[in-house]
Structure formats: C-alpha cells, structure tokens
C-alpha cells in the first residue's frame, strides 16, 4: 500500500469515526427527549383517567343527588306553605338554601332563578368536557412527541450500524495487500459512510411536532368540544376555526369543525375538512366512512361508493359501511344484485359476529341489530321517498336525486323485512330466522280510546291500541312490538309477551306510555313493528303532536 493511500485511508477512517460519534451524540439526545415525552405521555394519561372518574363523580352528584335534593326541599317547603306551617316552611327553604349553596349546578351561571331550571349541558362542559378535552389533546400530542423521539432513536441506531460497518471495510483496506482490494473496499466503505451520515443528517434535522407549543390551538380545540356538547355549534365552528388559524397542520381541528358545520347543514365544508385532515395523515377507517357519507349526502355518488370500498378494504367488519355501500348503490342506480350483495355481506357478518359471541363468555354487541335496523329505517325512507309519501319528513335523498324506478319499491321492501328480520332473531335467539313463519297480519292500525282508527294523536296521549287482523298464527308463539320514534328506537315501550289471540281474527293490543315511564308518548313520528317468533309481519305509523 502506498504511502498516500494509507493516509487518505487513515483520514477516512478519523472522519467516520468523527461521524460515530457526532451520531451517537444526537442518538443520545434522542434517547433523553424520548424518555422525557415518555413520563409526559405517562403524566397526561394518569391525569386524563382522574379527571375523567372525578369529574364523573361530581357531575354526578351534582345532578343527581344535590339537585335531586334541592328539588325535594324545595316542594317541601311549597307543600309546608300550602297547608299554613309557616315554621316547617322555613326550616325546608333553609335545607334548600343549603343545598343550593353546596353545587356551583345551582349557582349563576348555571341556574335560572326565574325558571328554577339547571342548564345542566354548560355545567358539564365547563366543569369536565372542556378539562378532559383539552388533556386529551395534550396526551395525543405527547404521545406523538413520544413515537416521533422513539422512530429518531432507531433511525440512529441504523445509521451507527452502517457507520460501523463503512469503520471495518476501511480498516480492511488499510490491511490488505492486493490493491484491487484496498480500492474496492475503500470505495464501498466510503459510499457506506456517505449515505449512512446523509441519513442520519435528514433524521438529525427533521423536526419533532409538538402541539403543546402552540396552548392556543389546543385551548380552541377544547373549547369548541365544550360547544359542541352544549349544541352551540356556530360558537363551536369558530372555536375549530381559531384552533386551525393558530396551528394550520392541527388534524384534529379539522375533524372537530366536521362536527359543528354538519349541524349547522355546511356539507361542502364537511367534505373540505374531512379531506384536509386525510391530507395531514388521519388514516383512519371512521374518517373514510364519514366522508363517503357526506359525499352521498351531497349526491356525488361515484366519490362514495369509492370510499366505502377503499374502508372496507382496510378493515373488513365495519358492519356499518356494508349497509351504506349498499344504500348508495342503491340510490345511485346500481343494478340490485350489487345493492343486495353489499347487504347480505353485513348480514351474514352479524350473523357470524353474533355467534362467536355468543360461542365465547360475552353477550354480543347490541350494536350488531342497531346497525341491522339503522340499514332497515334508511331502506323505508327510499320506499316512502319513491312512493311520494309525505308523512314522515327527513329524506335524505328526494325524489330526484334518486336513479332507480318507483317499481323497484317492492322489492326494496322485502330486502328491509329481511333485515328486520335477522335484527330481531340475532338480538332474541343469537340465530337468523329459519322457515318463513305462515302467519299473515294486515297493517297495523292505530286508534285511540273510542276506538277510532287515526295517524295524528294530540299531546298528552297516554294509551293507543294497534289493530290488526291476523291468520295462520299461533298461541304461544313470542309476540315483540318495537316503537321507533323519530328514527331511533324507544327501548322503553318494547313490548314482549305470548301471543294469545287465537289462530285468527282481529287483534286489539293496549300500549300505555306509562310502561316507558312516561305520564305520555312524546310528541315526534313513531313507527311501530310488531314480530312473531323474531320475524316481521307487519307495521303502523302514528304521529303525536
């Protein structure tokens, strides 16, 4: 080896090992900034558990046992008045004034004196939503910080390895006699040296996210939850607003703003939001799913229907997506073999989810028939919709937007007695139906107590009876009437025992509000479902106003 060739090997040979050393410096760095992000992500995850179980004991005594309480003194003291003991009346209002004194619930801002009402929305979200939003933000961010420190430390530890390696491949060539070698092994351990310090250069002045320097966004952020909990969603949008303005690259704000401007009907916004927050990196399935919702919403069908598949590409038992897949398909004028196969799918995987769980030690999901019959009430809308039928209001998707024939609404019609169907009989016997049951029920009629037939009660109405005549049926068999108001069911008024009417005839069945516990039925639009052994047979609709 010549004389020159030794030293400029020696040099190469300092330099990398300069290089070592200059990277596992910055790997030791790493290591400290990782450790510390580790004990904050530590400290907000404890700090998010306690405010979360303290918080939660508060405002559940606050609501309930201090408010309760209040409450009762307070008709104590009106009951002690009425009846002239003016003593015992003072000694209630004191016992009252005590517990409005023990509940900031009770205190301005919280409490009306004049309406004797407890805004009891504002109070949570001042007391915890805000707090435990805004920790919330503060855990994710450090556990950010935590992931970004922990992926520099590894990229550090691969670059020292090539470091080391571009070390033996120099000494090598110092050691070697053949020339070829010395050159061949020299290069190699130089471009190895070249590349390996490039890299750890890029990862060395890649910076590290921290959200927690910027207070003011995570502040906006939690405010704009608080907002959205107490429904003030205009306030909301502009609390999501300045969280963007003072961090542009806040994801989270963004799919926080999805929320107030989707109450407030901005869908166009929705759209730009959930697609800027796609761009900032959220990868995930439920943000696909939302926007591909509010693509149909705004009829841009093609945009939907790709965004359902690409969800359910990514995460298979998103029972969910298979009944909306299906319902745009629908809607879109996709021919019916497609729109039932996107159904069947979400069918068969509750059928299969409910039996691993019933298979296993836990209960299944009630999400499973919540999905089942969320699927159903979006089908029984597009029927209504095609057959022109006004009674109920919010259509998604009017008469023009839709591209299938009003034929086509009998056929729909069977896919949602299917889907009522399977919802009941996985919920009350973990299996799909069997046989078709021979039972035949004509509409359900609703009348009121002169036995009138109608579909508009007034308020107040306590009792109804449904009507139907009936064949083919049998005593004994399980006799299930669902009440879904306002497009969401009313588990209180299910209504479950054995059928008795005989085999056929005309079938008068009491329904009492009071069972719901309920002095009346709530005003809003009800459909009610009766179900024979798990199966659909028929349904009614009525309206309290």
């Given amino acids: 080896m010549s004389e020159p060739f030794k030293r400029l090997v020696a040099v190469l040979i300092a330099s990398v090992a300069a290089m070592l050393s200059v990277v596992s410096l910055w790997q ?3 290591s400290e900034m990782d450790a510390q992000a580790s004990r904050d992500f530590q400290r907000y995850g404890l700090e998010v558990m306690g405010k979360s179980l303290s918080g939660q004991a508060v405002l559940a005594f606050d609501s309930n046992r201090a408010f309760a309480a209040w409450q009762f003194f307070s008709q104590l003291a009106f009951n002690a008045e009425q009846a002239g003991d003016q003593k015992a009346a003072e000694r209630y209002r004191a016992l009252s004034a005590q517990m409005r004194d023990s509940t900031p619930l009770l205190q301005p801002p919280y409490f009306d004196p ?9 109070y949570a979200a001042d007391r915890l939503l805000v707090d435990l939003a805004r920790l919330n933000e503060q855990f994710s961010a450090a556990l950010s910080v935590r992931e970004a420190w922990n992926g520099k430390l590894n990229a550090y530890a691969i670059h020292l390895t090539l470091l080391s390696v571009s070390l033996f491949l120099l000494g090598l060539a110092a050691t070697l006699n053949s020339r070829l070698m010395q050159r061949a092994f020299a290069v190699i351990g130089v471009l190895i040296a070249l590349l390996a310090s490039a890299a750890a250069f890029s990862t060395w002045q890649t910076p590290v996210r921290d959200l927690r320097r910027v207070p003011s966004a995570i502040e906006a952020y939690a405010q704009g939850m608080g907002w959205i909990y107490r429904q003030e969603f205009e306030k909301a949008f502009e609390a999501f607003s300045r969280a963007i303005a003072a961090a542009p690259d806040y994801a989270q704000a963004y799919l926080g703003r999805t929320l107030a401007a989707n109450a407030l009907d901005n869908l166009e916004q929705v759209i730009a939001d959930f697609e800027q927050a796609r761009q900032l990196g959220d990868r995930s ?10 693509y149909a919403r705004t009829y841009q069908y093609d945009s939907a229907l790709r965004l359902y598949e690409e969800a359910l590409s990514l995460s298979p038992e998103e029972i969910w997506a298979y009944f909306d897949l299906g319902l745009v398909r629908l809607v879109s004028g996709a021919p019916f073999e ?39 009430l979006q089908l029984d809308r597009v029927v209504r919709t095609l057959r022109q039928d006004t009674f109920f209001d919010g259509v998604f998707f009017p008469l023009e937007k839709l591209r299938l024939a009003p034929a086509q609404a009998a056929q729909i019609e069977a896919l949602t007695h299917a889907l009522k169907s399977l919802a009941v009989s996985l919920e009350y016997y973990g299996a799909p139906p069997t046989a078709r049951s021979a039972a035949r029920f004509s509409p359900l009629r609703i009348l009121d107590g002169d036995g009138a037939a109608r579909e ?40 479950f025992e054995s059928w008795s009417y005989g085999a056929q005839g005309d079938a008068e069945i009491e329904i009492a509000a009071s069972e719901g516990g309920n002095f009346a039925f709530e005003r809003g639009d009800y459909i009610v479902e009766l179900y024979i052994d798990g199966q659909f047979m028929t349904s009614g609709r009525f309206r309290i106003e």
């Fill in 28 to 30: 030791s760095n790493a």
């Fill in 114 to 122: 004049q309406e004797q009402e407890a805004d009891l929305l504002h």
């Fill in 285 to 294: 399935v439920q943000t696909l799913i939302s926007l591909a919702w509010t």
């Fill in 338 to 376: 497609q729109v039932q196969a996107a159904y069947e799918q979400g069918m068969r995987l509750a059928t299969r989810l409910t039996a691993e769980s019933r298979a296993g030690i836990g209960a299944p999901p009630s999400y499973l028939w919540e999905a089942l019959d969320d699927a159903s």
């Fill in 456 to 495: 508009i009660f007034p308020d107040h109405t306590g009792v109804l009876w449904l009507k139907t005549t009936f064949s083919g049926a049998r005593d004994g068999s399980d006799l299930l009437i669902k009440f879904f108001h306002d497009g969401f069911e009313d588990m209180s008024l299910r209504f």
